[in-house]
């Protein structure tokens, strides 16, 4: 397979982008929170959508059979699973999927578990559905983070109905085992729980680890699971506003088919031919990215070792995005907000994860060295 070199955007390339990222802040901030990259999108998705626009195909979304077969073809080929293309189903974006499937599954008052600290649109869609949260949180130890299965069998055995699984971890770049994953699938089995894993950075993982679907571990996931997941992470077209909702067993694929045939309709026709595309075509600017990735994840740790040797960084397994401790600075009970105010760099707050991570920041690294390099520069000088 030929080699892609990925790299990002100057700066003042960037600066002219419309995304939320570029807009949110004033000019004299580097953006780092949002969960977008700053490189140039893969070649097969621009070249179909410059295509699209040119010969003026703007319509509306309707049959298209290519999403799910790419998907199926990737997933066989980078995980080796044997996704059903016949069980897979088109929604607007990862929050859609999740809240019309929680409407599937679940009332308005019913127990959701999810594992803090987590994505903090978790806690968006669950309120949105109106169900209750239930948090068994990560165990820290050290700079690792461990999944408490025994309390999470607890709470499935309090009576939660579905738990909301963030596979791979996002924001602590965690990888969960085959073995935690089996294990989650029995007891969901077990205490009727269904299991709605999020696996949009699951084509971000790097290769120390083993990303493995969930949908994937036989009949007892098969028997509880939902995967949501989408190309818009991995190949950095969120913009366009398409994601998949998939099934493994006829049970679940028959709720499935009762999700509101609008949920197609209000994904993109761009979104969902780039879609198909970035599964189909571009495995070798996902390669050339997680190349650039793997090279930056390592950059921030030297450059933090050598210039704030206070945070605590474990590198990431997956993701492009670094989960800091800030403790050893001393910036009190919102470190964010203090390197806004005096650094001018911005990044995401940990409060938004879990209360109980308020000395943390989630900072994106998919951006060029020199920016990231820049970005701690910042840091050290305004706590200097």
């Given at each position: 397979m030929a080699s892609i070199e990925v790299t990002?955007?100057?700066l003042e390339e960037l600066r002219t982008h419309r995304s939320e990222k570029w807009r949110e802040f004033p000019s004299d901030v580097l953006p780092l929170p949002v969960a977008e990259m700053d490189f140039p999108v893969a070649a097969p998705i621009r070249e179909l959508l410059m295509e699209m626009v040119s010969h003026s195909?703007?319509?509306?979304?309707?049959?298209?059979?290519?999403?799910?077969?790419?998907?199926?073809?990737?997933?066989?080929?980078?995980?080796?699973?044997?996704?059903?293309?016949?069980?897979?189903?088109?929604?607007?974006?990862?929050?859609?999927?999740?809240?019309?499937?929680?409407?599937?599954?679940?009332?308005?008052?019913?127990?959701?578990?999810?594992?803090?600290?987590?994505?903090?649109?978790?806690?968006?869609?669950?309120?949105?559905t109106h169900l209750e949260r239930v948090d068994?949180?990560?165990?820290?130890?050290?700079?690792?983070?461990?999944?408490?299965?025994?309390?999470?069998?607890?709470?499935?055995?309090?009576?939660?109905k579905a738990h909301l699984l963030c596979n791979p971890h996002n924001p602590i770049g965690y990888v969960y085992s085959k073995s935690e994953l089996m294990k989650i699938a029995e007891l969901a089995r077990e205490y009727s729980v269904v299991v709605i894993s999020d696996e949009i950075h699951g084509p971000l993982t790097y290769s120390e680890s083993t990303f493995v679907p969930f949908l994937s571990l036989g009949e007892a996931a098969e028997s509880v699971g939902i995967v949501v997941t989408a190309a818009s992470k991995a190949w950095n077209i969120a913009g366009l506003k398409c994601a998949i909702v998939i099934s493994q067993s006829p049970q679940m694929d028959a709720k499935l088919k009762e999700l509101p045939i609008a949920t197609h309709y209000r994904a993109?026709?761009?979104?969902?031919?780039?879609?198909?595309?970035?599964?189909?075509?571009?495995?070798?600017?996902?390669?050339?990215?997680?190349?650039?990735l793997d090279s930056n994840r390592y950059l921030l740790r030297d450059l933090l070792d050598k210039k704030l040797p206070q945070i605590k960084y474990r590198v990431p397994n997956c993701t492009y995005l670094a989960w800091l401790d800030l403790e050893g600075l001393g910036l009190g009970r919102n470190p964010s907000q203090v390197l806004l105010d005096k650094g001018r760099v911005a990044l995401s707050p940990g409060k938004a994860f879990s209360p109980h991570t308020l000395n943390f920041v989630r900072l994106n690294f998919a951006t060029s060295p020199e920016i990231l390099t820049e970005a701690v520069n910042r840091i050290a000088v305004a706590i200097s």
């Open positions: 990002a955007f100057s195909d703007l319509g509306y979304l309707g049959p298209i059979p290519e999403v799910a077969l790419a998907f199926a073809d990737f997933a066989q080929k980078r995980w080796n699973w044997s996704a059903d293309s016949n069980q897979i189903h088109i929604v607007t974006d990862v929050g859609v999927g999740v809240v019309e499937v929680f409407r599937l599954f679940t009332s308005p008052g019913d127990r959701v578990l999810i594992n803090s600290p987590v994505y903090h649109n978790f806690n968006t869609w669950i309120k949105e068994v949180p990560f165990v820290q130890e050290g700079l690792d983070w461990k999944l408490d299965l025994a309390a999470v069998e607890e709470a499935y055995r309090s009576g939660v993109s026709l761009l979104g969902g031919f780039a879609t198909a595309a970035a599964y189909a075509k571009g495995g070798e600017w996902l390669d050339g990215v997680m190349r650039t």
